[in-house]
């Protein structure tokens, strides 16, 4: 089957943000959760308490996104922000337990032109 490029594997991306934030004191706590707040108001799922994951049109959604990941960091903690493609992501595996489920479902797309 041949894809658009608007489609490509390649040029689609998903973004995952790995983070570890301290939750010593009640302001700590108060960031980080704003922070996961802000992830979700972006569009981010939660994958697991602390990574969430995000689809990304083109590599320029995707810097724009970190753009403003960057600016809802917090003062203290550490955040990865890891950027991979489409093809990549489709080759995730996932377990639970010992027991593999089938892989990530990618979202609906439209192409409108």
């Keep these: 089957m041949d894809q658009s490029p608007a489609l490509s594997a390649y040029r689609i991306m998903w973004l995952i943000v790995l983070f570890d934030l301290p939750v010593g004191t009640k302001a700590e706590r108060r960031a980080a959760t704003r922070f996961r707040l ?21 590599k320029e959604k995707a810097e724009a996104l970190c753009r403003q990941i960057e600016a809802l960091m917090p ?3 550490k955040v990865h922000v890891v950027q991979i493609t ?28």
């Design 86 to 113: 489409d093809k990549q992501y489709e080759m995730i595996r996932t377990y639970r337990g010992r027991k593999r489920e089938p892989g990530p479902k990618n979202p609906n797309q439209l192409v409108l032109f």
């Design 75 to 77: 003062k203290s903690g």
């Design 38 to 58: 802000g992830l979700q108001d972006l569009g981010f799922e939660m994958s697991q308490f602390s990574v969430y994951l995000r689809f990304a049109a083109g």
